[in-house]
């Protein structure tokens, strides 16, 4: 199987920027496209982002713009960049991937493997 371990969040002020990272280890070959997903306090889980293995993204729109997702295919870690943020990107931010090439796989259906989550906590 796969396993993914974010890191990088924390608190940060609004406006300010945060990196996320997310190492995955194990039948890492089996990775095809990778995302995002964030539950906020009381709130469902969300998507946030989705990168194909050929570099294809998409992001949810409340974030497009300020949020962008790059992979390091060697190094088998994915990131999410996130500038411009908002009090209401407070949420815990959980890495996933699928072993599916998807080009908008927005649904947690989708996705095979999930990280155990890091809080981000934007103040304002």
């Known amino acids: 199987q796969v396993q993914l371990v974010e890191s990088g969040g924390g608190l940060v002020q609004a406006g300010g920027s945060l990196r996320l990272s997310c190492a995955a280890s194990g039948r890492t070959f089996l990775i095809r496209t990778v995302g995002w997903f964030r539950q906020a306090p009381g709130k469902e889980r969300e998507f946030v982002g989705t990168?194909?293995?050929?570099?294809?993204?998409y992001y949810a729109a409340s974030v497009q713009g300020r949020f962008s997702i790059s992979r390091d295919d060697v190094k088998m870690t994915q990131y999410l960049e996130m500038n411009g943020l908002k009090s209401e990107d407070t949420a815990v931010y959980y890495c996933v991937a699928s072993r599916g090439e998807y080009n908008m796989a927005t649904r947690e259906m989708l996705y095979d493997y999930w990280g155990q989550g890091t809080q981000v906590t934007v103040s304002s």
């Open positions: 990168m194909t293995r050929s570099g294809r993204t």
